[in-house]
Structure formats: structure tokens, C-alpha cells
């Protein structure tokens, strides 16, 4: 069984500042894990996903996250928020479990960028 | 290329109704999964269909089905509707590196 943790369920940052949103997983298989972005009244839109190769991933928006195994996170960060940043993000995991691949998601991180 | 597509867009139904929800993945893909997003929370695993058989099933009650057809598409049916079944539905289709890709979501009103 895997399981996530997003730490903070609200993020304000200031439009030019550092974005940082935290999430901790539990796993008791290698998992893959990744980062959707959600805007109101949208699906899901795929960051970034990290699936064992390299651990420190860069995604789409100048996102990226570094898997630590040693501190089992894979935290979300942008050197420089944008207006247009403003959004639900969620951190999920998969892994293989009687050969399906399920996501557990956390329960999300909504980020505000002030101007 | 087309995304995963949903429809309808909205629902409006009543307890004790049924619905069907109906998805098509993106071209290539065999595999679709079903999740429910309640306002708030993060999205919770209904159902996943690999050419056309059922791969994992989540913590969903029997009201709960789904199928996949030859060409991929996925319809999810829930029966007896209740209060709380009101959610945004969400079908995804998954990649070669077992990436997930969402579509737009079916809002679902129980009234």
C-alpha cells in the first residue's frame, strides 16, 4: 500500500519568490511519483513524474522535483512564481500492486501568488 | 492530437437514479482509470480497465461498475445514486511510462 502527504493545504507566495510545495510518501514497493496541477474547474494537467531514472526531474512551467529516498519526498519547487501559477497541486504515487498502477494522490496544495 | 475526452460535461440526476459516465483515451492507449474527486480532496481511485479487463478496483461500494470496449473507450455506471455520490468524475488513460493523462471531469449533482 502507498500513501501521500502534502504538508500545507494553502501556499501564498509573492509573484518573483521561490515556490516550494512539500509532499512525503510511503511505499513499501519503489514507487513512481509525480505532480498534476489542477485549475478550477479543470482536470488534471501532468507536471512532472518521476519513475527511478533520474532523480532530479524537470517538468513543464519551470517546474521541478527531486526525489530523496533517505527522507522518502519528492517536493515541488519554481526559483519564480507567476500570477498565472495560481492553482491546486497535487502529489501522487503509484506502484505496482497485483499488476495495477493506481495513483494515490494527496490532498492537494492550493498556491496563491500575490502580485 | 486529441486529449482523454469526457462527457456528458455536467449531470444533474436525483437519489436513488443511475448514471453512466462515458471516456475515450488518447489514441494508443489501452488502459483507462476511473477516479472521483470530491470537492476539497485529492482524486480517489475508482476503477482501472486494461483491454478490456478490470486491473484494480478501489474502495467503492457494489453501485460502483465500469467497462471498457474494443476500441478503449470506458463508461462508469453508478446505481442508486446518493447525496454524497456528487463529485467531479475523472477518466484518465495511461502512457508507456504508466503516466497518467486526465480528462476535463464529469460534474455529477445528486440532488
Known amino acids: 500500500a502507498q500513501s501521500v502527504t502534502q504538508l500545507g493545504s494553502h501556499v501564498s507566495v509573492s509573484e518573483g519568490a521561490l515556490v516550494l510545495l512539500r509532499c512525503n510518501y510511503s511505499?513499501?514497493?519503489?514507487?513512481?511519483l509525480f505532480w498534476y496541477v489542477q485549475y478550477p474547474n479543470q482536470g488534471l494537467q501532468l507536471l512532472l513524474k518521476y519513475t527511478s531514472a533520474a532523480t532530479l526531474v524537470k517538468g513543464i512551467n519551470g517546474f521541478e522535483a527531486e526525489f530523496k529516498k533517505s527522507e522518502t519526498s519528492f517536493h515541488l519547487t519554481k526559483p519564480s512564481a507567476h500570477m498565472r501559477d495560481a492553482a491546486e497541486y497535487f502529489c501522487?504515487?503509484?506502484?505496482?500492486?497485483?499488476?495495477?498502477?493506481?495513483?494515490?494522490f494527496g490532498s492537494g496544495t492550493r498556491l496563491q501568488v500575490q502580485p | 492530437d486529441a486529449g482523454v475526452t469526457q462527457s456528458p460535461t455536467h449531470l444533474i440526476k436525483t437519489r436513488g437514479q443511475q448514471v453512466t459516465l462515458r471516456c475515450s483515451p488518447i489514441s494508443g492507449h489501452k488502459s483507462v482509470s476511473w477516479y472521483q474527486q470530491v470537492l476539497g480532496q485529492g482524486p480517489q481511485f475508482i476503477f482501472q480497465?486494461?483491454?478490456?479487463?478490470?486491473?484494480g478496483r478501489g474502495n467503492f461500494p457494489d453501485r460502483f461498475s465500469a467497462r471498457q470496449f474494443p476500441n478503449y473507450s470506458s463508461e462508469l455506471n453508478v446505481n442508486a445514486l446518493l447525496l454524497g455520490d456528487s463529485a467531479l468524475y475523472l477518466c484518465a488513460s495511461t502512457g508507456q511510462m504508466d503516466e497518467q493523462f486526465f480528462g476535463p471531469g464529469t460534474r455529477l449533482t445528486v440532488l
Open positions: 511505499s513499501s514497493v519503489p514507487p513512481y
Open positions: 501522487a504515487v503509484s506502484a505496482m500492486d497485483t499488476g495495477r498502477r493506481a495513483l494515490t
Open positions: 480497465y486494461y483491454e478490456k479487463e478490470e486491473r
